[in-house]
């Protein structure tokens, strides 16, 4: 059972908050919504703006960009500035943003930037841009980029990572630490081997306080998960779970193994085909080590089907 991620969200995807009046509506949010415990938040709103109000644009002028709302020549970047920071001390144990896409105030990296009344490029919003900067190891997407299936992958698989060590956090033990290492052991191979090493020393260290393991620990565990994996790390993990089942298995199961090895190289079989064969192998052979392992299932399934 997957402990539910807190994922501060665009408020506009639950309420009647846009610049128009209007909801924004995603698929995938809608489906995502019932795993998560939202934090809903609106800048603009916070901001005072009104609902609905006049549109506002980020705007470059000389080398900066500027928050100008053009109906009124109002230039609002130092009040959005201080409203997000504001907003930022008061979230606590977040485990990622999820932000509305193109929103001069949300967008990541998605958002228009205009000069002299023309779009010149793109670039995020001011509380996106803000998030960044204060919550530098946590997921930060809009639902826009969040379409791209590997980058899905990476937030939603970081989000319910991060849920189950804070989890862990709020009430931890030496004996649940080393608990939780064993299980993220396969899904930390196929992400950073060498963050996986380190973390083993903190967990088996005798060097630092338990309260000391846990701050780095932590801080270790969020870095892991920063860059992507790729097809090449999730090889080198199938290989050494391979290595750990193969004992008991027939030639043929073996070669079989690697066919589909190549064809997932290759982009011709999801990387789910090899994990449920490794799976069932686990079952037969009942070895728990390896179906205990959040690498099976690093989030619901649901969600690796959702639209």
């Not at 799976?279 to 179906?291: G, I, N, Q």
């Amino acid at each position: 059972m997957h402990p539910k991620p807190k994922i501060l969200i665009s408020r506009c995807f639950f309420e009647p908050v846009r610049y128009d009046g209007g909801i924004t509506s995603d698929p995938f949010v809608e489906k995502l919504k019932k795993y998560i415990e939202p934090i809903t938040f609106c800048p603009e709103v916070a901001l005072g703006l009104g609902i609905p109000r006049s549109r506002i644009l980020i705007t470059k002028i000389k080398d900066t960009e500027r928050l100008i709302q053009p109906e009124t020549g109002r230039d609002l970047t130092e009040d959005m500035i201080k409203v997000c920071k504001s907003a930022l001390t008061e979230f606590k144990e977040i485990d990622g943003f999820l932000l509305k896409a193109k929103s001069p105030s949300c967008g990541v990296k998605s958002t228009k930037l205009y000069q002299n009344e023309r779009v010149i490029g793109k670039t995020s919003g001011f509380f996106a841009r803000l998030t960044e900067r204060n919550f530098p190891y946590l997921p930060l997407e809009d639902e826009g980029r969040l379409k791209d299936l590997k980058i899905r992958d990476h937030f939603l698989t970081r989000i319910f990572a991060f849920a189950e060590l804070r989890e862990l956090l709020q009430d931890p033990s030496p004996s649940k630490l080393v608990r939780f290492h064993t299980r993220y052991k396969y899904l930390l191979m196929s992400y950073d081997q060498s963050a996986l090493k380190k973390l083993g020393q903190v967990v088996a260290s005798s060097n630092h306080s338990f309260q000391e393991k846990l701050l780095l620990y932590k801080e270790y565990f969020y870095k892991a998960f920063q860059r992507k994996t790729n097809v090449r790390r999730h090889i080198n993990t199938l290989q050494h779970i391979f290595g750990y089942l193969s004992k008991g298995l027939s030639f043929k199961e073996r070669e079989h193994f690697f066919e589909l090895l190549e064809k997932f190289q290759k982009g011709l079989v999801e990387l789910t085909t090899l994990l449920e064969l490794l799976k069932s192998w686990a079952v037969r052979f009942e070895k728990d080590y390896f179906l205990f392992q959040s690498y099976l299932e690093p989030y619901p399934k649901e969600l690796l089907l959702a639209i």
